[in-house]
């Protein structure tokens, strides 16, 4: 009994030893992390919207490259009517060949579903994405994304 309390008299002893942080350390610390997310997070954000934008471009491509595949079985473009799930699901038209894709018909990078529309009014079809605010026009990350602007890169 009394090993085992000299032992723990000892360990209270060391613990007591040990000297913890400073306010005034906090307090710096804390300052030096505040100034590093200050200076650095408005450039990681504006990288967000940058990417999130070509992805949506990316998209685009993609769906278009099944539009077009689907129009060699067909022989046109699906309706507005049809949309683009029937790059995924035969819309009850002979020599459909499909699914277009690998996956579903992909959200745009903003979560909403991406318009389409044949005939379109830049070409055979018009796709887009409206942007972050999902309405028509708008800058910066409202931008739309669109099929016509994105073919002629």
């Known amino acids: 009994m009394r090993q085992r309390y000299s032992a723990?008299?000892?360990r209270l002893r060391s613990l007591g030893n040990e000297r913890g942080f400073t306010l005034i350390e906090l307090l710096v610390?804390?300052?030096v992390l505040g100034l590093l997310v200050g200076l650095v997070g408005p450039r990681?954000?504006?990288r967000v919207a940058q990417s999130k934008q070509a992805t949506a471009k990316a998209q685009i491509e993609l769906l278009g490259a099944?539009?077009?595949q689907y129009r060699l079985d067909i022989g046109s473009y699906p309706n507005t009517s049809q949309g683009i799930d029937a790059l995924q699901k035969n819309p009850g038209v002979q020599n459909w060949n499909g699914p277009y894709l690998k996956k579903?018909?992909?959200k745009?990078?903003?979560g909403?579903?991406?318009k389409y529309r044949a005939p379109g009014q830049h070409g055979e079809y018009d796709l887009w994405s409206e942007g972050a605010d999902g309405a028509a026009g708008g800058d910066g990350e409202n931008t739309d994304i669109v099929s016509w602007?994105?073919?002629k890169r």
């Open 112 to 114: 909403n579903p991406y």
């Open 29 to 31: 610390v804390i300052i």
């Open 108 to 110: 745009d990078p903003w």
């Open 8 to 10: 723990m008299k000892r």
């Open 104 to 106: 579903a018909v992909p």
């Open 66 to 68: 099944g539009l077009d």
């Open 149 to 151: 602007d994105v073919e």
């Open 44 to 46: 990681l954000f504006g």
